[in-house]
């Protein structure tokens, strides 16, 4: 996996399953859908209209698929930074699904090389942990795949990621345990904007002008562990 150095203004990849996605190509068709991704782009786009924003959730999507586009729908975008959140279809499938696998080592293995990818091109990476509130589902039967997933998940943000956000959402915010409500969606936008905003400078006037062009411009000495 790999990227070219970029002379294109600051660019943001939002990637995943269909939290991410919400209505960009799954029920509706639209650039951003209509969840945490398009708030946030749309936030961020009010202080830097020069820069690029691309949503790249794919509802149903598992974390092989995901790898699978990654060269295409991230690297070759030539992101500054890049927002990943993935991985509750490969627990649900593994379960539901009896041609699903829940194969640790692989997963494990393409994680990191997305991750490392991303801190090899210079980019900056913003991780959001996995997260499921499905009632006795997830919290018996489902909970030792998910909790290796959200585990490892940590474990290689650490390692690779500028930032690793737990969605500050509850069941309550979600309309099934797992895709939020458009309230649940905006809290979710409000948390990463927040967290982001932290991380890279502080707020101005409008959201978004602590996100300086140098702040996310690429960096050479930046490499995968």
């Not at 203004?9 to 398009?38: K, N």
């Not at 786009?45 to 691309?54: I, K, L, N, Q």
């Not at 041609?99 to 801190?119: G, K, T």
Request: hydrophobic fraction near 35%.
């Amino acid at each position: 996996m790999s990227v070219s150095a970029s002379s294109l203004s600051p660019g943001i990849v939002f990637i995943g399953d269909s939290i991410t996605d919400c209505g960009r190509t799954y029920p509706t068709v639209s650039d951003f859908g209509q969840g945490y991704a398009a708030k946030c782009a749309s936030a961020l786009r009010e202080a830097h209209p020069d820069w690029r924003f691309y949503n790249r959730g794919i509802a149903g999507q598992c974390i092989g698929q995901i790898y699978d586009r990654w060269q295409a729908d991230c690297l070759d975008l030539q992101p500054s930074l890049v927002s990943f959140l993935a991985g509750v279809n490969d627990v649900d499938y593994s379960y539901r699904h009896e041609n699903h696998s829940f194969d640790h080592p692989l997963l494990a293995r393409q994680l990191e090389e997305m991750f490392a990818s991303v801190r090899a091109a210079g980019a900056r990476l913003v991780v959001l942990e996995p997260y499921a509130f499905d009632g006795e589902l997830y919290k018996n039967a489902y909970a030792p795949r998910l909790t290796w997933l959200r585990q490892t998940t940590r474990g290689l943000a650490a390692c690779y990621a500028d930032l690793f956000l737990v969605p500050d959402l509850r069941p309550e915010d979600t309309l099934d345990g797992i895709h939020p409500t458009p309230d649940g969606h905006a809290r979710l936008a409000r948390q990463w904007l927040g967290e982001t905003g932290e991380r890279w400078g502080e707020r101005g006037e409008r959201w978004g002008d602590g996100f300086s062009e140098k702040s996310l411009s690429p960096d050479p000495s930046r490499k995968a562990l």
